[in-house]
DNA sequence: TTGATTTAGTGTATTTATAACACTATTGTA
DNA sequence: TACAATAGTGTTATAAATACACTAAATCAA
């Protein structure tokens, strides 16, 4: 309530620390992975986490992502979307901390990975074979962030995110494959993909063991204003409005 | 970085204050309405602002909407959905606030709404006439929230929040109709709401001008397990990845 | 050099979903 | 008793999703 009165002193409250926490996905080998930071000190010595920390007071949330995503990978310019903020009161055993978790999705080639201060390590993991356990709420966290690209790739252009500047439509089926989970039928693939008229032939071929395959690039304007529907499967998977306590 | 550090002194540094903001949804008169408090002091003194307040330090951020919907509207066991967290630097003049937005779905006819002692008035809103300007950037977070129920509403069972125990199956469309904002055709709705599954008829009939119509309850045992689709066009709206700043 | 193997890409038929709209049903009321 | 009003069903045309068979262009191994 004090919000919506002048006399609010702002000094008189207590109040919790906040945290950005950025779920980093790439693709490396045709395959998901997550970079995963190991904790140097108490509490979760040694356990693997997000990588994340305290929000400037002069900085947006998203600023704050994009920094702790700069301190971690060395990267700019990537996608960058907020998944969801956690708030359970002893998720944190120091102190009451309110984390507000993005999504970043980067090109692995791009970037050179490095460890900090605070971890001893840092490391991509593929998303099938995770660390046990992971530090603080984390492995709830990045349950929730795999479900939400799950559920986005359906009806964004946001695998387009994990892709080099050219590829082959399979390479593409193929992150559909490891996000989803699932195998897609290569024909239906090719013919949705097509009509959705995003992509643009480039005169590239790159050759391999069998035929060789034509190289396409991403259609950026298209997908600006075209909010379109790229769906697999009938039942989605819930996006948003998980539950916590 | 503190965060990854034992010999973090959680004193040492300035925080944030964090509030949760409630957007209320109801249904009056079959229009979807929003509640809204009149400010009483700076800044924003006399503009209409989305209730909501600072959080304890010993609740959930989920909790804390709760105990601000009950401030609010009396009102508990209600639909509630976390909607995107508000951090852009300057959004609140006195100190730096990051929000995080909750929508809630109740019942109008089951609370009666009270001002408070920071708000001059409190009113339910029909979201197509909304009073100019809204405090803080509340324009911004009302407008996702209604993008978001948008989204939601075609492949949740969320509009049924809105409903009594018992209603007629056109009350439903109704309700789709107006968060969708569009007509849909009875035949279709009729078609797809039986073959969902979702309602259980009742032996109760509602008399008025015509013919008395059925009255159906909705079956949560259904809705929890099955994840339905119930889209009614192609074109979604985004439901998150909201740019601020 | 030829045929098997491998990877790329196209075509098509069946099933299923969507959309538009015409029709029947049951009440109150003039 | 007929007509206005609201409730509810059926039918048909079009579009989308799915499954799967086919053609294409390269390498490899005899």
């Given at each position: 309530?004090?919000?919506h009165?002048?006399?609010?002193?702002a000094?008189?409250y207590?109040?919790?620390?906040?945290t950005?926490?950025?779920v980093?996905?790439?693709?490396?080998n045709?395959?998901?992975?997550?970079?995963?930071?190991?904790?140097r000190?108490?509490?979760?010595?040694?356990?693997?986490?997000?990588?994340?920390?305290?929000i400037?007071?002069?900085?947006s949330?998203?600023d704050?992502?994009?920094?702790?995503?700069?301190e971690?990978?060395?990267?700019?310019?990537?996608?960058?979307?907020?998944?969801?903020?956690?708030?359970a009161?002893a998720r944190?055993?120091r102190?009451?901390?309110?984390?507000?978790?993005?999504?970043a999705?980067?090109?692995?080639d791009?970037q050179?990975?490095?460890a900090?201060?605070e971890?001893?390590?840092?490391?991509?993991?593929?998303v099938?074979?995770?660390?046990?356990?992971?530090?603080?709420?984390?492995?709830?966290?990045?349950?929730?962030?795999?479900?939400r690209?799950?559920?986005?790739?359906?009806?964004?252009?946001?695998?387009?995110q994990?892709?080099p500047?050219?590829?082959?439509?399979?390479?593409?089926k193929?992150?559909y494959?490891?996000i989803?989970?699932?195998?897609?039928?290569?024909g239906?693939?090719y013919?949705k993909?097509?009509?959705?008229?995003?992509?643009?032939?480039?005169?590239?071929?790159?050759?391999?063991?069998?035929?060789?395959?034509?190289?396409?690039?991403?259609?950026?304007?298209?997908a600006?204003d075209?909010?379109?529907?790229?769906?697999?499967?009938e039942?989605r998977?819930?996006?948003?409005?998980?539950?916590?306590k």
């Open positions: 309530m004090p919000k009165a002048t006399d609010y002193d000094t008189r207590e109040r919790p620390s906040v950005v926490d950025v980093i996905f790439t693709l490396i045709q395959e998901l992975h997550v970079l995963l930071v190991q904790r000190h108490w509490p979760f010595e040694g356990c693997w986490a997000i990588p994340g920390g305290f400037n007071m002069d900085e949330l998203e704050a992502a994009r920094r702790e995503l700069a971690e990978t060395g990267v700019r310019d990537v996608y960058l979307e907020q998944l969801y903020t956690f708030g009161v944190d055993p102190t009451r901390v309110i984390s507000v978790a993005y999504i999705l980067v090109r692995a791009l050179q990975i490095r900090s201060a971890s001893t390590a840092v490391r991509w993991f593929p099938r074979t995770l660390p046990e356990p992971l530090a603080f709420d984390h492995d709830q966290v990045l349950a929730y962030a795999i479900g690209l799950r559920s986005k790739l359906e009806y964004t252009t946001l695998a387009f994990l892709l500047e050219v590829f082959s439509i399979l390479e593409l193929h992150i494959e490891q989803l989970d699932e195998k897609l039928d290569k239906n693939f013919r993909i097509k009509e959705a008229d995003l992509l643009e032939e480039t005169p590239l071929l790159r050759e391999g063991r069998g035929r060789p395959t034509r190289l396409w690039r991403f259609r950026r304007d298209r600006a075209k909010q379109f529907v790229f769906r697999w499967r039942d998977s819930v996006g948003e409005g998980r539950d916590e």
